[in-house]
């Protein structure tokens, strides 16, 4: 059987989902399995942003970044879930353009 995409899942399914990734990364961590807890860690991520409304985040706005503290994104434009645009860190706007799921961003 083919797994769905996250984008395919209803919200409870990917409310099910989050719950068997963090679960399956918590044990992943206490075996000292340190690549299979983050990419578990990041499916998770992917999955929580397609639980939040993409048209909540708008260009030009800038959000703080869970887990990068004192970082903020400035948003150049949406892609699907997807915030596009750069990092500030204090005064310095980071030169190179990345796209982060909008599950990061913090309002």
Same mark, same amino acid.
């Given at each position: 059987?083919? %797994?769905?995409?996250?984008?395919? #899942?209803?919200?409870? %399914?990917?409310?099910?989902?989050?719950?068997?990734?963090?679960?399956?990364?918590?044990?992943?961590?206490?075996?000292?399995?340190?690549?299979?807890?983050?990419?578990?860690?990041?499916?998770?991520? #992917?999955?929580?942003?397609?639980?939040?409304?993409?048209?909540?985040?708008?260009?030009?706005?800038?959000? %703080?970044?869970?887990?990068?503290?004192? =970082? =903020?994104?400035?948003? =150049?434009?949406?892609?699907?879930?997807?915030?596009?645009?750069?990092?500030? %860190?204090?005064?310095?706007?980071?030169?190179?353009?990345?796209?982060?799921?909008?599950?990061?961003?913090?309002?």
């Amino acid at each position: 059987m083919q %797994e769905k995409r996250y984008s395919q #899942m209803s919200e409870f %399914e990917l409310k099910q989902e989050i719950a068997q990734l963090k679960e399956k990364a918590r044990k992943a961590e206490q075996l000292g399995m340190v690549n299979e807890f983050e990419v578990l860690e990041r499916k998770a991520i #992917m999955a929580k942003a397609y639980l939040l409304n993409p048209n909540d985040f708008q260009p030009g706005e800038s959000y %703080e970044v869970e887990g990068d503290l004192g =970082t =903020t994104f400035k948003i =150049t434009y949406m892609n699907g879930v997807f915030a596009w645009g750069h990092r500030i %860190e204090g005064n310095r706007m980071n030169e190179v353009e990345e796209g982060i799921p909008i599950s990061l961003l913090i309002k």
